[in-house]
């Protein structure tokens, strides 16, 4: 690992992994919507030891995705890794009553990744090696009352890759699923903090271990809701219904 | 992406997040929202949107008592605004965002041969709380406080807009905000001029002394050799003071990193932790222990600067009452008076657990009301023990009072106006250059001001 494309960069979640790339000098390319915030990133990275270059794109357009490959290609030509790491999360119980909103959610965090990664593994699999890491979610293990488009979005998108995970063993690329737990950032500010929430740094900590660490293929960040995910699944449908989760 | 989301909508943090009390967690106040700025466009925003005399900027709130607090009313955390703009390895100058910490600022400098030019004793405040309290460390005698060396900043009004403040534009305003404890709006960004070093290294040098005049003396004779001094004392230990005096240079040669391993306390303290006689024995075992130690030796500048920063939430072990602290300075020819003060803390029965003793150099600070000023400065820390704690404090404010000093407010829970009025004259002269948005609980507490009139 050491071009790595950064899909939704200036997210809350990917920034402090950022700094601990930036420190062992490698080269990024950062995509994200905000062309000040991108210059504003970029300029903090390369202070701290990186190259970067910066891609403006709205990803949850699909119209706009060939431009970023096109520009990765041409710009960044050598990139071994993609780190996709943007996603929303909208309220809820917005979702619930607007059809509207629950596909815009669904678009931002499935559709249009898996139009992304769709149009990047053709490239992975002809170069024959690399990492495709994407950021999902603990909600995308089972559907919440509290919380289910997004989990519908982040299990969709695990199982996607899934999938992949399989097609692209095929050709040396490894295909490494993040599920964090909740995080601090600006995406989880509103929510009501619990014990369960972790900083940043210490999510980057370990997201960084596993990017670096060839055989990890799917994480929990942190590792302890492995553990806590396992023993959700296995509620029965029957009384899990009535969790108020 | 999710930053965007954000910023249409403010974020609401809990009110009882600890991450938005002071460090001494006295006085525990409740905010009614607050806003969370990751991106420097949100700031207008945000500002904007905020009611008359309602806002404070939010740090990492390392400051002691209410300078960081605003009880009732809001805060912008500035801690998301935590960028490296510029840096410039060869002159080295750095444009830093107003949330940068010095704890992540110090391992991007280091490594490049450059150092922070002013440090306080904690390196988890940042660049904006440095300038808003305007803060100093051990080497005051020969570099001045932090604002000494900041060159220009970007302030966020909410009546001007992006203010750009250097000594040569709008110099009025540069200075209400050095020391303006964030009351004349957001620091973006700023200009630092950091200093050259040769390694991570300090070469210490720990001289046991008793009694003032002892200090006095080796503090006279070390202020022109060594860029660091700072004393500790020992308020228990009798009549006359014990103390240790500490004093360094950043070394030829570096060391290799400490572990970097940190322990926290995990609960909030039961009151006998802190006893007297406990303070005592550690106080003890501490002088014994470091006077037996050799003289000489060679740091990381990290234990030499920041020993308490390697325990996390070292506040706790004062308890649920929390602690305050009480540091004055007092000019060279009343030092009498400083003798005073700590007789009579150490008569008070009133355990102090850590107290730390410096004289200030010559230096002006640009600031309007900057705490420094040439003479001895003594910072005490105290756990809160209702009504007695208050009752000593209010003791030893007469004592300073008929000395000439001046209690620093970025320490300060309980000072009365009349203190605030002997210990900044000029205070009034800030009032035009803050923020029609902003207050704060201190400045309400020692003014009685709402805002701007």
């Known amino acids: 690992m050491q071009n790595v494309i950064i899909l939704g960069a200036t997210s809350g979640i990917v920034q402090p992994l950022e700094r601990l790339m930036a420190a062992d000098g490698k080269e990024l390319l950062l995509v994200g919507r905000s062309q000040e915030r991108l210059d504003t990133l970029a300029a903090d990275l390369a202070s701290r030891g990186a190259r970067v270059l910066t891609c403006v794109a709205d990803l949850s357009d699909m119209t706009q995705h060939r431009r970023v490959l096109q520009f990765a290609r041409e710009k960044f030509p050598d990139f071994d890794t993609l780190l996709l790491a ?5 309220d809820q119980e917005q979702c619930q009553v607007s059809p509207e909103r629950a596909v815009e959610e ?26 495709i890491a994407v950021i999902t979610s603990v909600a995308g293990d089972r559907g919440r009352r509290s919380n289910y488009v997004y989990g519908a979005a982040k299990g969709g998108l695990s199982l996607f890759l899934q999938g992949l995970r399989g097609r692209m063993y095929l050709f040396g690329v490894r295909v490494l699923t993040i599920k964090p737990g909740p995080v601090h950032t600006a995406m989880t500010a509103h929510m009501k903090k619990s014990r369960m929430f972790v900083e940043p740094e210490t999510a980057a900590r370990q997201i960084y271990r596993a ?21 959700i699944r296995a509620i029965p449908e029957r009384s899990f219904k009535k969790l108020s989760m | 992406m ?14 009882e997040d600890r991450r938005y009390q002071s460090w001494g967690r006295y006085p525990r106040v409740v905010h009614r929202r607050v806003f969370g700025a990751y991106w420097r466009d949100q700031l207008p925003g ?8 309602s806002l404070l900027p939010f740090g990492l709130g390392r400051s002691y008592g209410d300078c960081c607090l605003n009880d009732g009313r809001d805060l912008v955390d500035c801690s998301g605004l935590d960028r490296i703009l510029q840096a410039d390895w060869q002159s080295g100058r750095v444009r830093v965002e107003g949330g940068v910490s010095l704890a992540e600022l110090l391992p991007v400098i280091v490594p490049r041969g450059w150092f922070l030019p002013v440090t306080p004793g904690t390196k988890f405040v940042t660049i904006g709380g440095a300038i808003a309290n305007d803060v100093h460390g051990k080497n005051h005698h020969r570099a001045g406080t932090f604002g000494c060396h900041v060159r220009q900043f970007l302030l966020q009004r909410s009546d001007a807009g992006a203010v750009m403040c250097s000594p040569t534009d709008e110099p009025e305003m540069f200075a209400a905000t050095i020391g303006g404890m964030g009351l004349t709006g957001v620091i973006a960004w700023a200009d630092v001029q950091l200093t050259p070093v040769r390694s991570n290294a300090i070469e210490v040098d720990t001289v046991p002394f008793r009694g003032l005049q002892e200090f006095a003396a080796i503090s006279q004779d070390s202020d022109s050799k060594y860029e660091y001094t700072v004393a500790w004392l020992d308020l228990l230990s009798g009549r006359r003071t014990q103390g240790l005096f500490f004093r360094g240079n950043h070394a030829e040669h570096g060391v290799s990193q400490p572990s970097g391993r940190s322990i926290a306390v995990p609960l909030d303290c039961p009151d006998f932790v802190l006893s007297k006689a406990t303070i005592k024995l550690f106080n003890q075992a501490y002088y014994v222990a470091k006077s037996l130690a050799p003289r000489r030796a060679v740091s990381h500048y990290d234990p030499f600067f ?21 540091q004055c300075v007092v000019p060279h020819a009343a030092a009498a008076a400083m003798e005073e003060m700590m007789a009579r803390v150490g008569r008070s029965g009133h355990g102090c657990f850590l ?78 250059f803050i923020d029609p948005k902003c207050s704060s609980s201190l400045w309400r507490r020692v003014t009685g001001e709402e805002c701007r009139t």
């Open chain 2, 2 to 15: 999710s930053a965007l989301e954000a910023s249409s909508a403010p974020a609401v943090a809990e009110t």
């Open chain 2, 306 to 326: 920041y020993p308490l920063d390697s325990v996390l939430q070292w506040n706790r072990i004062y308890g649920r009452r929390g602690m305050v602290q009480y």
């Open chain 2, 355 to 432: 107290a730390v003793l410096k004289a200030f150099g010559n230096m002006p600070s640009p600031g309007l009301l900057s705490f420094p000023r040439p003479g001895l400065t003594l910072a005490l820390d105290l756990p809160v023990r209702g009504e007695r704690t208050l009752r000593l404090l209010n003791e030893l404010d007469e004592i300073l009072a008929a000395a000439g000093g001046a209690l620093y407010p970025a320490k300060d829970a309980r000072m009365s106006p009349a203190t605030y009025e002997s210990s900044f004259p000029r205070w009034r002269e800030l009032r035009e």
């Open chain 1, 106 to 131: 669904l678009n931002t965090n499935f559709v249009s990744a898996a139009a992304l990664l769709t149009l990047f593994a053709g490239h992975f699999e002809a170069r024959k090696a690399g990492t």
């Open chain 2, 46 to 53: 945000i500002l904007n949107g905020a009611e008359p005399a």
């Open chain 1, 211 to 231: 990017l670096q660490d060839a055989r990890a293929e799917v994480v929990y960040v942190p590792g302890r809701w492995k553990w806590i995910m396992r023993v």
């Open chain 1, 86 to 90: 943007y996603g929303t999360l909208l």
